[in-house]
């Protein structure tokens, strides 16, 4: 039984679309929001049977072991998934697996489906109505429940599947009588704010809170996802010279603080207690937040970022400082989208200031790349079909970056620029094993048995507690990295199955749901 859950006292649990990001002078920019595994001894086998440790090879940055790769499908406002509402259910389906395809065979290993746009669901839920963007009517039933075929067919290709919820957006209508009758915002009216011509919940309000908890938890209790996602909508952002009215909340729940300060720890109140109800239920869930790009700038504190853009500190009171500080998040994902050299909020400047913030935390980091806005032309960087790939060579410098989530899916199909190709030349040439958060448990499973060769298809015993497997080839030379990086790694697969391209040398590892690693079993094709 894998021991899940019980180092995650690694870090402690203090109580602690996706659009816009805003830099000075800017417009809104619309965005959504290795270590080795085990090997066997060090002395040589014979093929057919578990392999030697392997040689002691130099890493090759180009294929990183393990590397977090990941998509945002966003469905608020049909941006991604569906592609308009009132699809077919089968139409529907059939649009999903497209863009899972297109992501599997990048090379990605995980996806960011938006399962809760607007306190709505993308699934059959206890708690909310169905979402409008499934069926074009608030509350009416599709007919069917996506999540559990969202999800299978996620791991069918061998990615990891987080449900992004946003936290705290009511209705994308002020008009509440536009929402179903069941709807939270009619059923409680006193726990909404109305700012410009949308619905907000409160974040003072201890009901909220526990709602969205209730939310995120019953999906984690029912369905087998393997993360939580939050976005970086918190406050709204702001809105010209409106006021988030929560004056009376403030009275009542302030106690003596700063406004700005008792809102902030509205947030992080909300994000420890999601924390801890997600690994309460399921320790191996991963729990994590991809904030706004700028924390905040030196202008506002000397140890922020030397940038000129908007302070998720102070204007949507999103501290993700005190989130890492506190662990009540097992990775970060800052939404860093805007080029090399933009002068209020620079890549190469913000990339670093990231990987400070996280350096001997024990949380993960991973970067938020605008695949939507190459091919624009508000800034010339964009027009460049190297700029993605060049973000990815910049992150080689920084070892507490592993890895890269790119908004959004349906320029999976588009690939403006070619630029995907560029990124798959220079990175995802081969498959990576998702990074290890050490807090979260797990363990390998033991190694593949019974693997045999029959013509070209390999296959092997299913390995106790494994979701899946990796393969691996080894060159001519027999030469063994597989511990070191993915040079030789030619595929992750879910069956206990694979169809060898060619004769050669082939190694089979089973990997846990967290993707640690078993050691490896050596099988030859001789055909």
């Known amino acids: ?52 440790a392997a040689a002691d090879c130099t890493p090759d940055a180009r294929y990183p072991k393990r590397q977090m790769r990941g998509v945002w499908i966003a469905t608020v406002q049909n941006i991604d998934w569906p592609s308009r509402a009132g699809l077919s259910a089968d139409k529907q389906r059939a649009e999903y697996v497209r863009l899972l395809d297109a992501a599997a065979k990048l090379n990605f290993n995980a996806v960011f489906v ?40 996620a791991h069918k290709r061998g990615l990891e599947f987080h449900a992004w919820f946003n936290p705290y957006r009511a209705s994308y209508d002020g008009d509440v009588s536009k929402l179903p009758a069941d709807h939270l915002a009619r059923r409680h009216p006193g726990w909404t704010v109305k700012y410009g011509d949308r619905l907000y919940f409160n974040p003072g309000l201890p009901q909220v809170r526990d709602h969205v908890t209730a939310v995120v938890t019953d999906v984690v209790k029912r369905y087998d996802i393997d993360g939580v996602h939050f976005d970086d909508y918190f406050y709204p952002y702001p809105s010209g010279n409106a006021t988030f009215n929560d004056a009376a909340t403030f009275t009542k729940y302030g106690k003596g603080k700063r406004l700005a300060d008792w809102r902030r720890d509205n947030v992080n109140t909300l994000i420890a207690q999601v924390d801890k109800a997600v690994h309460e239920i399921k320790p191996y869930i991963k729990f994590g937040i991809s904030p706004f790009g700028i924390w905040r700038n030196t202008s506002n504190d000397p140890t922020g970022s030397r940038t000129a853009g908007m302070s998720a500190y102070d204007s949507i009171y ?104 560029r990124v798959f030349k220079d990175h995802y040439s081969r498959p990576a094993l998702l990074p290890l958060i050490k807090s979260l448990g797990g363990e390998a499973p033991p190694a593949p048995a019974g693997v045999k060769a029959a013509g070209r298809s390999l296959s092997w015993e299913p390995s106790p507690g494994a979701r899946s497997y990796a393969v691996y080839k080894l060159p001519k030379s027999g030469e063994d990295c597989h511990t070191t990086d993915a040079r ?40």
């Open 114 to 153: 938006q399962v809760r746009p607007a306190a709505d669901a993308i699934y059959k839920s206890p708690l909310e109505p169905w979402s409008r963007f499934l069926t074009g009517t608030p509350g009416k039933d599709p007919g069917w429940d996506p999540m559990p075929f969202l999800v299978s067919e």
């Open 488 to 527: 030789d790694l030619v595929a992750v697969v879910e069956r206990p199955a694979y169809t060898a391209p060619s004769a050669g040398t082939y190694l089979v590892t089973a990997l846990d749901r967290l993707d640690h690693e078993s050691k490896a079993i050596r099988a030859e094709v001789t055909n």
């Open 318 to 421: 999103a501290d993700a400082r005190a989130w890492i500080k506190a662990g009540t998040v097992d990775y970060v994902l800052p939404q860093l989208y805007w080029p090399r050299g933009f002068k209020a909020a620079d890549y190469n400047v913000l990339v670093p200031w990231w990987a400070n913030e996280v350096k001997g935390t024990g949380v993960d980091l991973y970067i938020g790349q605008a695949l939507y806005r190459v091919g624009t032309t508000d800034d010339k960087a964009w027009t460049r079909p190297g700029e993605l790939s060049a973000h990815l060579t910049f992150n080689r410098k920084y070892k507490q970056v592993e890895g890269d989530v790119f908004f959004s899916a349906k320029q999976l199909l588009t690939n403006p620029l070619g630029a995907l190709d």
């Open 1 to 52: 039984m894998p021991h899940w859950g019980i180092m995650r006292t690694g870090r402690p649990l203090a109580a602690a679309a996706a659009l816009a990001a805003v830099t000075t002078g800017a417009a809104y920019l619309f965005g959504p929001g290795a270590g080795a595994s085990p090997s066997a001894g060090t002395e040589k086998k014979t093929p057919g049977t578990a392999t030697v």
